[in-house]
């Protein structure tokens, strides 16, 4: 009896023991829940007193960027280029065969300086290096009789002031430009940096018949409203005695000489709607001027030398696809007299083949895809071919028009951009001509250019 009650009472011990372990043991692992659950609160805690540390820092980061944005009321621009070329090229107007010359040139190298006195006054000044050097320059020119070597002093050398404007602000619809300003004639003026054309040299068609980048002194009034913009210019002219057969009126920008004469002036309208720079625009142009007053020796012309130019011009962007284009056609009023004037104007040197068009003509037209996501690059690489022609005599008041400078030509190439401030180009072209006994020519070219903005 004794042993039955002492195994009773041991196991009501064992069984007593053993519920207190499992209650310690519930407790514990509740204890063991609640420091987890204190746990999670307080990373989520860390987590977000972490993220209002760092939202509070890009605020104050972008506080002192605002605030220096605000503070900063100048910034300077600059872009360049450098060209390598293998062409076969005519070295003068009796040569019927072509040959192949290899040549390197640092095109230009630009710094633009702005300064944003107020909200509503800015000045801007453009200064352009070209061809790396300062000072005198010996050029040959094979369309000089024969081919001849010229020596030229191009404004001091060729450190050229391509802008120095005043620009007045009125409101969202009325700005003023006033000073040394661009005339808004042809795409050149619009897109003239690296990463603005496609091609390995500016266009070459636009060059034929005017200034490239074309600047003069005066005013331009600027209106914009609904997406439309209309420029009206008043600006200083041409000189037509450096008019040539075979850049028609561009040579007879007056960048050449200390003093630029004024009895002549240009009025310029052009009609935009869209964006060109941004890649959907289209506008008009419209030049006219004369050009006889401006000669140094105007006694020598009979005649205003008016000059008149009409241009279309756009540009569209579609996704990866760009296309741009151009036309432009001009006319000369008196071609004859001042071809007459200036083969007897002492020191001109115009050569036997001075005949100037009293209608010219010029377009071009490229095509362009950016194909890094059909490559799966890192970076945009175009694809690109560009057409072009030019014709700066083809018409003229006496006589047959040569076909000598009549041709167009079709290139193919790249444009790669490592960085988006640096472009590499690669092309390959032919050039055609009218003249019959003149053989198509190609080249091959290589560019780079940069440009940035601080």
């Known amino acids: 009896m004794n042993n039955i009650v002492k195994f009773i009472a041991v196991n009501v011990l064992l069984f007593v023991h053993h519920q207190s372990v499992a209650a310690s043991d519930v407790e514990l692992e509740a204890e063991i829940l609640k420091q987890k659950d204190q746990l999670q609160l307080i990373e989520k805690q860390l987590a977000e007193l972490k993220t209002t540390l760092i939202t509070a820092e890009e ?16 910034q300077i621009n600059s872009y360049g280029s450098v060209l390598y070329k293998n062409e076969e ?45 300062v000072g005198s320059t010996l050029e040959y020119d094979g369309f000089e ?41 042809g795409l050149g003026t619009d897109l003239h940096k690296p990463g603005q054309y496609f091609s390995t040299e500016r266009y070459w068609s636009e060059a034929t018949l005017i200034p490239q980048v074309w600047h003069e002194t005066g005013i331009n009034l600027i209106s914009s409203w609904q997406g439309f913009t209309a420029q009206t ?26 003093q630029v004469n004024a009895d002549d002036l240009a009025l310029t309208l052009r009609l935009d709607y869209g964006d060109i720079k941004a890649g959907k625009g289209f506008g008009v142009s419209f030049y006219t001027g004369n050009t006889s ?3 140094n020796n105007s006694t020598k012309v009979v005649g205003d030398g008016n000059l008149t130019i009409f241009g279309l011009h756009g540009a569209y962007s579609y996704e990866n696809w760009q296309v741009r284009g151009q036309y432009l056609f001009g006319t000369l009023d008196d071609s004859e007299a001042i071809t007459n004037a200036n ?25 362009a895809y950016n194909s890094q996501a059909l490559l799966n690059l890192k970076n945009p690489l175009y694809l690109y071919t560009t057409y072009e022609y030019a014709n700066p005599i083809k018409k003229v008041d006496q006589g047959n ?22 472009v590499l180009k690669a092309q390959v072209a032919q050039q055609m001509y009218a003249q019959s006994n003149l053989n198509n020519s190609s080249s091959f070219s290589l560019s780079m250019g940069y440009f940035f903005s601080i």
């Open 293 to 295: 007053g401006n000669r």
């Open 59 to 74: 605020q104050r980061q972008g506080d002192k960027l605002s605030s220096h944005a605000k503070a900063k009321n100048w």
């Open 233 to 258: 210019l008043i600006t200083t002219g041409l000189n037509s005695e450096y008019f040539r057969t075979y850049q028609w009126v561009a040579t007879g920008h007056q960048k050449r000489f200390e």
């Open 401 to 422: 028009a040569t076909d000598r400078f009549n041709k167009e030509s079709v290139a193919f190439g790249i444009n790669y951009f490592p960085i988006k401030n640096i």
């Open 145 to 185: 009789e024969f081919g001849e070597f010229e020596t030229e002093i191009e404004a001091g050398g060729e450190v050229i002031v391509e802008k120095l404007q005043a620009k007045y602000k009125a409101n969202d619809y009325f700005t003023v430009k006033m000073g040394h300003i661009f005339v808004p004639v």
């Open 343 to 367: 083969k007897t104007t002492p020191g001109l040197k115009p050569g036997n083949f001075a005949q100037l068009g009293s209608e010219a003509e010029s377009s071009f037209v490229e095509l």
């Open 89 to 133: 090229v005519y070295r003068n107007i009796q040569d019927t065969n072509p040959e192949r010359k290899a040549t390197t040139d640092l095109e230009r190298v630009v710094l633009e300086f702005v300064y944003d006195f107020d909200a509503k006054w800015q000045v801007e000044i453009e200064l352009e290096y070209e061809h790396g050097g």
